[in-house]
């Protein structure tokens, strides 16, 4: 099967001052962002952050995010070619790149 | 330093960690509920997709004694058989209760619907419809938690270390994952419930959060390791066309519901080459399944993936609708037609028999230091039933955190020790030399998932697994004493580091055991020490001397009573 290019632009950084990547992933049909997401961090940039937790089974809920500008989970989601825009959801506190603060308030630390 | 107090601190909210903070605030206690990630959300509990296995005698009659007859005869000798007793006697409780709690078992004709499974004698795990077993059980549990106000739940916090101090278990320390800070936490009893392994597997159907996080706390508390070289392998996981947004382990309840065909590449039914016929039923145990698999795969007569094909064509398609209703059109989104193509499937990293030794109060060796669920060695010997585990989870959360509580009512004083935690804390306040990481951590933590998978697989040589070894401690020496800089906010790289400690630890001890086992028994298989021989009857058990790992044997526990 040949291999497609997908170019995320990604929004880093914390809530000072965001940025955006620009990241080339090479996928197979069937790939989800989230895989995407892992192979970034593997091979291009450890430093990327995003939550998940079960691994494509879109059981946990922990990966969404705004793809375009649309709310998604990244497991769900599958890789296409050409131009993607990730950012990280809009609506809630911004932590660090693609993670924000989604558990309900009395289940934070520092609520 | 954020500091935080409690009588009972539970590590993990996944069923056992859920179970154990409600009973021991039914008792009294003022609990704090922590969790890696988001709280009832990560771990294993709601990738459960099917069933829980208990002798309740609804669908035909039955008795505990018969559950745990079949338990220790899977465990093939090694049960610690006072934990599988108090798994099979006290599961019908708790079933009943998260009925009363309305989680919503399958019912039918007026009673609870149970399936036959393999291993099992008689018709006997419960589950939800359709393949919503683990996400209803985590709703109904966290519905349940919600209302209670002596629990205090707190998500986004690493457990590093457990705080020991004069030899006795007084809280733990961690990382707030969102605010870089480190956190403190005083407690008079700790349960570690923080499941398995299966993270240190290249294909798994775990959660990332599951690298053995508990197993690591517990060896450098102190605490001892038994079992560690039983890793469960679920023999027909996803392989392939690509499927994603559901679980890999689905095609178990398929075949419970439909039974379905196992095929080699030339189209053939191959299980009974192995020694146990496949017929209408469902009945290969998972040991037996995975290993015919590998067999198959090892002569040439694979599916292109590398697996098995598994096909349901020969089910009409009225009745694969009417047992998986809504599945059927998540498996069309991903392409998939399962009247007109098989799917590929291959063993699967899915759960680990080894684990904390307790005893039948669930407490280590380290005073008020406890363990729950798949944390917890021993109830399953060298293979576990399908439809143990969430059994496992439950009754070992319930009788932890009862007995965590009474112990906590018991104390007058936690005993928190400020030098003792900040030992503990030290690796934490590191930056090591000030430099970033020389090496991609991310890489490294899928680096150490292939050497797990290809030389520390179900079927193991002593070639393998000393090559392991080798290359295990030389990544010790790459990640180094403490972990790399970067910023405070949800620290990837620091996570990874602290994370691969932990993952380096755990995979030494399946190593170092799976090294020591000199046959093949269960999850355990050597290719160059075939067949299981009777003076192995013995429990392998690890702990920590001054930062090594040492292994000594033990009989397994006898039976409080003896089984029919």
């Known amino acids: 099967m040949s291999k497609q290019i997908a170019r995320l632009h990604i929004q880093r950084g914390d809530s000072g001052a965001p940025r955006v990547e620009t990241y080339e992933v090479a996928f197979e049909p069937g790939n989800s962002v989230l895989d995407g997401l892992r192979r970034i961090r593997t091979a291009q940039d450890p430093t990327l952050a995003f939550r998940f937790s079960c691994i494509n089974a879109n059981a946990c809920k922990e990966c969404m995010i705004e793809l375009d500008g649309k709310v998604v989970y990244a497991c769900t989601e599958r890789l296409r070619e050409g131009d993607m825009h990730l950012a990280p959801l809009a609506n809630k506190a911004l932590v660090q790149d693609l993670v924000t603060e989604i558990a309900p308030r009395d289940e934070r630390l520092l609520p | ?564």
Request: aromatic fraction near 6%.
């Open chain 2, 1 to 564: 330093m954020i500091r935080l107090e409690s009588d009972v601190l539970v590590i993990g909210s996944g069923g056992a960690g859920i179970f154990a903070a409600i009973a021991a605030a039914r008792d009294g206690c003022r609990v704090q509920l922590i969790d890696r990630s988001l709280i009832g959300r990560g771990g294993a509990t709601v990738m459960a997709q099917m069933t829980v296995a208990v002798a309740l005698g609804e669908q035909c009659p039955d008795h505990w004694e018969y559950h745990l007859a079949d338990t220790l005869k899977a465990g093939r000798g090694l049960c610690s058989a006072p934990l599988s007793q108090l798994l099979c006697e006290n599961g019908p409780l708790r079933i009943r209760e998260l009925d009363a709690w309305k989680v919503g078992w399958a019912r039918e004709d007026g009673h609870l619907k149970q399936a036959l499974a393999p291993g099992h004698d008689r018709a006997r795990c419960v589950y939800v419809d359709f393949l919503n077993t683990g996400p209803a059980v985590s709703r109904t549990l966290r519905a349940q938690l919600n209302r209670i106000p002596a629990i205090r739940r707190i998500g986004d916090v690493l457990i590093t270390d457990i705080v020991v101090h004069e030899g006795e278990a007084v809280g733990a320390v961690g990382l707030h994952l969102v605010s870089g800070e480190t956190v403190a936490l005083e407690a008079k009893s700790v349960i570690i419930a923080t499941g398995g392994l299966t993270r240190l597997y290249r294909r798994n159907s775990g959660s990332q959060n599951m690298g053995g996080d508990g197993y690591a706390l517990a060896l450098r508390a102190g605490a001892e390791l038994i079992d560690m070289e039983f890793v469960q392998f679920f023999p027909i996981g996803h392989l392939a066309p690509r499927m994603i947004g559901m679980d890999p382990i689905m095609w178990d309840p398929f075949r419970y519901k439909l039974g379905g065909r196992l095929l080699n590449a030339e189209g053939e039914e191959f299980a009974d080459r192995y020694g146990q016929a496949e017929s209408g039923d469902y009945v290969l145990t998972r040991d037996v399944a995975t290993y015919a698999i590998f067999k198959e795969v090892e002569a040439g007569r694979g599916s292109p993936a590398g697996g098995a094909y598994l096909s349901f064509q020969h089910v009409p398609e009225a009745d694969l609708r009417h047992a998986f209703g809504p599945v059927i059109d998540r498996l069309a989104k991903n392409g998939i037609d399962l009247t007109k193509m098989p799917v590929e499937v291959a063993p699967i990293a899915h759960y680990h028999m080894g684990g904390v030794r307790v005893n039948a109060s669930m407490e280590t060796r380290v005073p008020n230091l406890f363990a729950a669920g798949e944390a917890v060695g021993g109830a399953n010997g060298a293979n576990r039933l399908s439809g143990n585990a969430l059994t496992e989870a439950f009754v070992f959360g319930e009788r932890a955190g009862s007995v965590a509580a009474a112990r906590a009512k018991s104390r007058v004083a936690s005993g928190w020790n400020d030098q003792a935690a900040m030992r503990d804390l030290d690796i934490l306040e590191a930056r090591g030399n000030g430099a970033e990481a020389p090496y991609n951590t991310a890489a490294l933590v899928v680096e150490l998932q292939a050497l797990m998978a290809d030389k520390v697989g179900p079927f193991r040589t002593e070639t393998k697994l000393l090559e392991a070894l080798r290359r295990l401690e030389q990544m010790q020496r790459e990640i180094g004493a403490a972990p790399p800089r970067g910023g405070k906010h949800y620290n990837m790289m620091r996570l990874d580091w602290l994370d691969l400690r932990n993952m380096l630890l755990v995979a030494h001890s399946v190593v170092l055991a799976a090294i020591e086992r000199k046959e093949s028994r269960g999850a355990h298989q050597r290719e160059d020490y075939p067949g299981m021989l009777p003076e192995w009857e013995l429990n392998q058990v690890l702990s920590l001397r001054e930062g090594k790992l040492g292994l000594t044997r033990a009989r397994p526990a006898a039976p409080a009573k003896a089984a029919r």
